[in-house]
């Protein structure tokens, strides 16, 4: 197995919401779009927010450019998958990655470039 396939390996995927729902941990009310983790629960899968999972030091990146995707996987020491259940296709489908928030940056810079609403930028009112 290569450095990176290990790397990508070692940590669950986490998923994005289409339906708002509430974390089994602190009731915490996540909206449609939320990134959190499943645990397998009694009746149903538990939600967990993305606090309760602490992954809220780690910012999305959108899949679609891979160039930014192979950066991403070298810069950030911890890089897990975003999937997002399709209506569509009946199956879960990437979407994106969860990367550290400096590594971002660092892409930034390397390929001169601006993400844009960044979650770590975002002014909360
Ligand atoms: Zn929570």
């Not at 967990?48 to 891979?66: I, P, Q, V, Y």
Request: proline letters at 3%; hydrophobic letters at 35%; charged letters at 35%.
């Amino acid at each position: 197995m290569s450095e990176q396939a290990k790397k990508a390996a070692k940590e669950p995927p986490v998923y994005s919401l289409i339906r708002a729902s509430r974390c089994f941990n602190c009731d915490g009310k996540q909206e449609p779009g939320s990134i959190v983790k499943f645990a397998p629960g009694k009746d149903e899968r538990e939600v967990h927010c993305r606090k309760c999972s602490k992954l809220d030091d780690m910012e999305f990146l959108k899949s679609g450019n891979a160039k930014v995707t192979q950066l991403a996987k070298k810069y950030s020491q911890r890089v897990i998958v975003v999937m997002q259940w399709s209506e569509l296709w009946k199956t879960y489908e990437r979407i994106g990655l969860l990367v550290e928030s400096a590594a971002i940056d660092r892409i930034e810079t390397d390929l001169k470039i601006k993400f844009e609403n960044r979650e770590s930028k975002q002014t909360h009112q």
